[in-house]
């Protein structure tokens, strides 16, 4: 049995073609009961996302799956396949397995270690199993792939770093002023990067924003974007002692902010600390207010540097969850190759077993004068024979169950012998959470 | 029997030890874990040889330096225990706790003889005035730890240097208030126990204040956490200049607890 994947992600298409291949979670029920009536799957589980349309199925023939499975995804859209076609990846075997591993981790997301893919695959295999589109193989290989994406969150910190300089302004705020929610954020001036971080911030939990600019309506409108409050500019000083967060971007010429105005805005909280960001250029604020007792002053080189790091310590951690997943592919691979193996002799030993009875009832029923005890010996001549021929295979295969080339071995077998297809029970699958 | 409960906490804290400074180098749920466990574990053997010394010799252990340095070395785990279920700051641990333990190392020659107690001490004033002493030297060491961490992690934001201590010492934030809630636990405790301890005074020597070098030291130790509280109180104090203040308050605490010597007992 073959685990394979098809589909496409933020990596192979733009968001012109995701969304046109995107599966609405509302009608998930007919696209997967037409997947599963595709000549050879077997098991199906489709996951949408805005970044990734992706099928899993398990099926016999794996260049026939893959591309009846790209065909679907292309009839049922409406589109051509050739227009789809380059869009779209496939794996299988141990890469398949690799792959939705790698996404359950969040190790091929636009933005590695962010949390929300984890749910979103759960969400489409929860559809799939109400459907009853998936089974003992494709249960039991989520459920690895949710406990793999687990053990890479907490045994890695992939997800813990921020990498853009929005985010790590708020993990730098979280270092000196703690826990955000009673914290208040000032805007002086607009400028992309400051409303980014002021979102971020708010986001985090930050209490409030407040804005200020030369032109009042300009702060008057972003103010109402945030829900936050306006300050005329003339009046910074007077506000400014309320703020956690200062997050500056003017076009003046000169710093407005200077230590001597700090220590005095400092004074009036009660010096509780105080976090400056200067995006400006050239800069808002004088460099010397960061000398000034808790008051803690930033520019963007600051925060590049933060990101710098975390990547370098983002991709360490990746190659950390990259072993994780190879060990667990190794550990489901064996479960996957080991599922075959018993029925596999089963179904060896009863067709050996129905040969040797059609040939002894041959042999037996054109037997004029038969001696005595005849059918009885021949009985146990004709098993023992049986049993001495199957021996060597039967360990070989057990053994190769251990090992690693069970597929091999199975697949000979069955053209070999002309085993039919297995059957699998469902009974022995224990879903872990 | 102490013995082996002695030799069985010090092996525990130093393996509490090494695994704190193991979290300090690299972060792991695991390690972290288990240097909690390690510690319980530790206090758990110390507080049960404490209270079997204290039977076998039936009075607390309090009467000489090395009893004093074991019991001290308790109460700075005990706090720390608390401190770490509360705030979550394991690394506070890299600071304290071996501090503990070279403590309890120093009181190794702890159970070498049982003595007749002096009659002086056989005051319920004294155990009461000890007792309290120990606590809040125990708040002034973890304050201190904290303090020296929260230098640290200020001498990083303001250089600009975001190293692997940065990530793992925790927020600004978090640091003062652990310092502001070891003074505010810490002060009190030790108010009444200068208070207690001059009744006891009075009691043995019919003097409430000799301005001994212990007493006049614990004045001074008053003093400056009695300073320290007030300026973060009223004039909002906090940060590197709350930090330092408790930094130096403790060495006089232990400046005081090692060479300054009791008239009264000792």
């Not at chain 1, 000169?254 to 700090?262: A, E, L, S």
């Not at chain 1, 990547?311 to 990746?318: D, G, I, T, V």
Request: glycine share 6%; proline share 3%.
């Amino acid at each position: 049995m073959n685990i394979i994947v098809v589909g496409l992600s933020h990596k192979t298409a733009a968001v012109e073609i995701r969304e046109k291949v995107a599966f609405s979670p509302n009608q998930i029920e007919k696209p997967l009961g037409e997947l599963i009536g595709l000549e050879g799957i077997i098991e199906g589980v489709i996951v949408s996302t805005c970044n990734r349309v992706e099928i899993y199925a398990t099926t016999r023939d794996i260049a026939g799956g893959i591309a009846r499975i790209k065909r679907f995804m292309a009839d049922y859209h409406h589109l051509p396949c050739e227009v789809l076609e380059p869009h779209l990846y496939s794996y299988h075997a141990e890469a398949a397995i690799r792959h939705v591993f790698r996404v359950a981790s969040s190790l091929d997301s636009m933005i590695v270690g962010e949390p929300q893919i984890l749910g979103q695959i759960k969400t489409s295999y929860g559809y799939a199993a109400e459907f009853k589109s998936s089974g003992i193989i494709l249960n039991r290989f989520l459920h690895k792939a949710f406990s793999v994406a687990k053990r890479v969150r907490t045994e890695t910190k992939i997800a813990s770093s921020a990498v853009s300089v929005a985010f790590a302004a708020v993990e730098l705020a979280k270092k000196i002023l703690g826990d955000l929610s009673d914290k208040t954020v000032m805007l002086v001036g607009a400028g992309e990067m400051c409303e980014l971080a002021a979102k971020h911030f708010l986001n985090s939990g930050a209490k409030g924003v407040m804005v200020t600019n030369r032109t009042y309506e300009r702060a008057e409108k972003l103010a109402e974007e945030f829900g936050g409050e306006p300050v005329r500019f003339e009046t910074l000083f007077e506000h400014l002692h309320r703020a956690d967060i200062v997050l500056s971007s003017t076009g003046a010429p000169h710093c407005i902010i200077g230590p001597k105005d700090v220590k005095e805005v400092l004074k009036r909280r009660r010096f509780k600390p105080m976090f400056f960001i200067d995006i400006a250029v050239p800069r808002d604020i004088d460099p010397k207010v960061n000398e000034v007792e808790n008051a803690y002053l930033f520019t963007v080189d600051n925060l590049q540097e933060i990101i710098q790091a975390n990547l370098a310590q983002r991709s360490l951690e990746a190659e950390k969850a990259e072993q994780i997943i190879d060990q667990e592919i190794g550990q489901f691979h064996k479960w996957l190759s080991t599922l075959e193996v018993t029925p596999t002799i089963v179904a060896l030993r009863s067709r050996f077993d129905e040969i040797r009875r059609a040939e002894l009832d041959k042999t037996i029923s054109g037997w004029k004068e038969m001696p005595p005890d005849a059918e009885k010996r021949l009985e146990v001549l004709t098993v023992a024979m049986m049993n001495k021929l199957l021996h060597a295979p039967t360990s070989a295969l057990k053994q190769a169950g251990q090992g690693g080339r069970v597929d091999l071995y199975v697949d000979a077998l069955r053209q070999l012998f002309e085993l039919e297809a297995l059957q699998h029970d469902d009974e022995e699958l224990e879903l872990e959470e | 029997m102490t013995h082996l409960f002695y030799f069985l906490t010090v092996a525990l804290y130093g393996c509490a030890t090494a695994a704190y400074l193991a979290c300090l180098l690299r972060t792991s749920p695991f390690m972290t874990r288990w240097a909690g466990r390690l510690l319980v574990a530790g206090f758990t053997a110390h507080l049960l040889s404490t209270i079997h010394l204290a039977s076998k010799l039936k009075y607390l252990p309090l009467t000489n330096m090395p009893e004093s340095l074991s019991f001290f070395s308790l109460a700075i785990v005990g706090g720390f225990i608390f401190f770490e279920r509360r705030y979550k700051v394991t690394t506070l641990g890299s600071f304290v706790v071996p501090v503990a333990l070279m403590m309890l190392t120093a009181s190794s020659s702890l159970y070498a003889e049982t003595r007749q107690l002096p009659p002086i001490l056989q005051s319920n004033w004294f155990w009461f005035h000890a007792l309290l002493a120990f606590a809040s030297y125990a708040c002034f060491a973890i304050g201190a730890g904290v303090a020296v961490m929260y230098l640290i992690q200020n001498y990083f934001l303001k250089t600009k240097n975001f190293g692997a201590l940065f990530q793992r010492l925790p927020s600004l934030d978090t640091m003062d208030e652990i310092s502001y809630r070891c003074l505010a636990v810490g002060f009190p405790l030790l108010t009444v126990a200068i208070i207690a301890g001059s009744i006891w005074s009075e009691q043995a020597i019919g003097s409430y204040w000799v301005w001994d070098h212990k007493q006049t030291w614990s004045l001074i130790i008053w003093l400056i956490y009695a300073a320290l509280l007030h300026g973060r109180l009223t004039i909002g104090w906090r940060g590197k200049r709350a930090a330092l203040l408790s930094i130096l308050g403790f060495i006089v605490v232990l400046f005081t607890f090692f060479a300054m010597k009791h008239s009264i007992t000792w």
